[in-house]
C-alpha cells in the first residue's frame, strides 16, 4: 500500500510562488516516474509535470513551461513542484501520482498512475 501525501499548497497573489511538497510512505518511489497534475472546478484533470526516477528526464505541459520545476529527492521519497510567476488561471487541486510501470519515461495520462494523493489546493488571486 501507497500514502502520498501532497502539501505546500495555499492562497498566493498573482506574480506568486509556492512549492509543493508530496511525500511518500509505505513503499519507496525511487524506482517509478512521478507526476503532477491539477483539477480546476469543472475542469479535467490535466498533466502539470513528470519525472523520471532518476530526475533526469522531465516534462512539463505547455502552459507551466519556465514557470514551473519538478524535482525528487529520493532518500526522503518525496517528489517537489516549484511554482513560479503563478497566475489566476494557475488555480486548482494538485495532485501527484505515482506510475509504477515507467521509470525512464513521463507519460501525461491520468490513466496511467497508479496511485495518488488527496490533493493540495492552490489559488492564485488577482
Known amino acids: 500500500q501507497v500514502q502520498l501525501v501532497e502539501s505546500g499548497g495555499g492562497l498566493v497573489q498573482a506574480g506568486g510562488s509556492l512549492r509543493l511538497s508530496c511525500a511518500a510512505s509505505?513503499?519507496?518511489?525511487?524506482?517509478?516516474?512521478m507526476g503532477w497534475f491539477r483539477q480546476a472546478p469543472g475542469k479535467e484533470r490535466e498533466f502539470v509535470a513528470g519525472i523520471t526516477w532518476s530526475g533526469s528526464n522531465t516534462a512539463y505541459a505547455d502552459f507551466v513551461k519556465g514557470r514551473f520545476t519538478i524535482s525528487r529527492d529520493n532518500a526522503k521519497s518525496t517528489v517537489y513542484l516549484q511554482m513560479n510567476s503563478l497566475r489566476p488561471e494557475d488555480t486548482a487541486v494538485y495532485s501527484c501520482a505515482a506510475d509504477f510501470r515507467q521509470s525512464r519515461v513521463v507519460v501525461s495520462t491520468p490513466v496511467e498512475y497508479d496511485y495518488w494523493g488527496q490533493g493540495t489546493q492552490v489559488t492564485v488571486s488577482s
Open positions: 509505505g513503499r519507496t518511489l525511487s524506482s517509478y516516474t
